[in-house]
């Protein structure tokens, strides 16, 4: 049974990714997980679809029947799963999400110990134990050594900290009005709030999740919500995010979309202007624009190219000691 794709495991769920699947994913997980231990503690953050229920506790049973304790923190960003895995020290986080999807479709992301997705090699050898009947059986656990898990709710303020601390503290939002889509998801209290508590004038919508109206004409994959009513309230900009909030689109103080390759063309340019580029170069996929590559190489900028998606970005990130990297669809 093939279970990875580009960005985890993602389908339908209650079919694909039906609770005893989940189970089984997450016993096989944390059986690999396990070989590399520190904490014996692994992150579990959701989305805002109804299915995460389902999803999340199945984790759980999974991974608390191999031993491992599990911290749930409820419906939070992608990227705050990345950062509050290696934050608060586990040796694994999991988002649930299917990302831009429909709220019908569900998805499992992992995260190693560093806040990273996880290569491929690893991805298959998760999947290798899954179909391993007999590992499976065997490493089961009992007694006392059956894991714990419990939910913390308070984890968003350090990630609104977080993000805020990387602000600089000479600089305030205040004076810009800003449209904020939150397309009914993982964001919905998180975006509003930073960008309050930095001074902006925020218009908040689709941030009023009920478990079926995730990415339902709304956010990242619909910016012209947020384009008409920059123009109706006369504000400088309009941010459109998706379900998990791993994808950005901008729109300027016209309406108009900004390219992605546009988005990461302007922002490593400012980058080398304040003499912040490592390595003098940008990594973006090979679905952005030649005329990307030309233009960073008007600012003595190179362009290393990977495959489609973000962790393939990172890679390559990695791999030629860069700090700034990015994909044309807006991560």
Same mark, same amino acid.
């Given at each position: 049974?093939k279970?990875?794709?580009t ?9 694909f990714? !039906? ?14 997980f ?12 959701k989305?805002?679809?109804?299915s ?7 984790? %759980?049973?999974?991974?608390?029947? %191999? *031993?491992?304790?599990?911290?749930q ?5 992608t990227? +705050? ?8 020290? #586990?040796d ?11 709220f019908?479709?569900n ?7 560093h806040?990273d997705?996880?290569s491929i090699?690893?991805?298959e ?12 059986t065997?490493?089961?656990?009992? *007694?006392?050594e ?7 709710? !308070?984890?968003i ?10 602000f600089?503290? !000479? @600089?305030?939002?205040k004076?810009?009005?800003i449209?904020?889509? #939150?397309?009914?998801? +993982?964001?919905?209290?998180?975006g ?6 930095l001074g902006?004038d925020?218009i ?5 999740p009920n *478990?079926f ?5 709304c ?7 947020? +384009?008409?009513l920059?123009?109706?309230?006369r504000a400088?900009? *309009?941010?459109a995010?998706?379900?998990? +909030?791993?994808r950005?689109v %901008? ?7 900004v ?8 922002? #490593?340019?400012?980058l080398?202007?304040e003499?912040?580029?490592?390595g003098?170069g940008c ?7 030649k005329?990307?590559?030309?233009? @960073? ?5 190179k362009?290393f190219?990977s495959?489609?998606g !973000?962790?393939?970005? @990172?890679e390559v990130?990695?791999e ?5 990297g990015g ?5």
């Amino acid at each position: 049974m093939k279970l990875f794709g580009t960005d985890g495991v993602r389908g339908k769920a209650g079919d694909f990714l !039906d609770a005893i699947t989940v189970l089984k994913l997450a016993k096989a997980a944390g059986i690999y997980f396990r070989k590399h231990s520190t904490t014996k503690k692994i992150l579990v953050g959701k989305d805002t679809r109804r299915s995460g229920y389902m999803i999340e506790n199945a984790l %759980v049973s999974g991974l608390t029947a %191999v *031993g491992y304790d599990v911290i749930q923190i409820g419906p939070m960003p992608t990227p +705050a799963i990345a950062y509050l895995t290696e934050s608060m020290r #586990c040796d694994a986080g999991i988002m649930i999400s299917a990302s831009h999807n429909p709220f019908e479709d569900n998805g499992i992301k992992f995260f190693d110990n560093h806040g990273d997705k996880l290569s491929i090699a690893a991805e298959e050898e998760i999947e290798k134990i899954f179909s391993d009947v007999e590992l499976m059986t065997n490493e089961q656990v009992t *007694g006392k050594e059956i894991g714990s898990s419990k939910r913390i709710d !308070d984890v968003i303020g350090r990630y609104i900290v977080s993000i805020k601390s990387s602000f600089p503290k !000479d @600089l305030t939002l205040k004076g810009l009005r800003i449209v904020l889509d #939150c397309a009914n998801g +993982a964001a919905y209290k998180v975006g509003p709030t930073i960008l309050e508590e930095l001074g902006a004038d925020v218009i908040t919508i689709n941030n009023k999740p009920n *478990g079926f109206n995730i990415n339902d004409n709304c956010g990242a994959m619909h910016p012209e919500t947020v +384009a008409k009513l920059i123009k109706e309230y006369r504000a400088d900009i *309009g941010l459109a995010l998706d379900g998990d +909030a791993d994808r950005l689109v %901008v729109v300027d103080e016209n309406g108009e979309i900004v390219d992605g390759d546009k988005l990461i063309g302007a922002l #490593c340019a400012y980058l080398k202007n304040e003499n912040l580029l490592e390595g003098n170069g940008c990594v973006a996929t090979v679905m952005s624009n030649k005329a990307l590559e030309d233009y @960073l190489s008007s600012h003595k900028i190179k362009l290393f190219r990977s495959n489609v998606g !973000d962790k393939y970005v @990172l890679e390559v990130m990695k791999e030629k000691n860069i700090n700034f990297g990015g994909e044309q669809s807006g991560h």
